[in-house]
C-alpha cells in the first residue's frame, strides 16, 4: 500500500495504549516490519520496512487543561528487489 502522508488520532485507554507500543516495540526489536493500524475510519493495517539507524524526536507540549506528546521516528527505507 502507498501512502504518502498518513496520520491519526485515537483515544485509547491506557492498556490498549500500552498494548500498541508493546506490539510496536517488539516489531522494532524483531527488525523486520512495523505494522500500524489503519485509520480508525478504516479497515486493514499497514506493514512498514524498518532499518537501521533510527532517528527519535520527543516533543512534549503543555497546555493548560492537556499534555501533548508527539514521538517520532524515522529511518531509511530498505530496497526491495523485485524479480
Same mark, same amino acid.
Given at each position: 500500500? #502507498?501512502? #504518502? ?9 491506557? /492498556?490498549?495504549? /500500552?498494548? *500498541? *507500543?508493546?506490539?510496536? /516495540?517488539?516489531?522494532? =526489536? =524483531? !527488525? #523486520?516490519? *512495523? ?8 479497515? !486493514?493495517?499497514? #506493514?512498514?520496512?524498518? !532499518?537501521?539507524?533510527?532517528?527519535? !524526536? ?9 499534555? =501533548?506528546? +508527539?514521538? /517520532?521516528?524515522?529511518? +531509511? ?7
Amino acid at each position: 500500500m #502507498d501512502i #504518502d502522508e498518513y496520520e491519526f488520532e485515537e483515544e485509547l485507554t491506557q /492498556a490498549k495504549l /500500552a498494548e *500498541l *507500543l508493546e506490539k510496536m /516495540a517488539d516489531d522494532i =526489536r =524483531r !527488525g #523486520d516490519m *512495523l505494522e500500524l493500524p489503519m485509520p480508525s475510519l478504516r479497515e !486493514g493495517k499497514i #506493514d512498514l520496512q524498518i !532499518g537501521e539507524p533510527i532517528e527519535t !524526536g520527543l516533543e512534549v507540549k503543555i497546555r493548560k487543561s492537556t499534555v =501533548r506528546v +508527539n514521538l /517520532a521516528l524515522r529511518w +531509511n527505507r530498505v530496497e526491495t528487489v523485485e524479480d
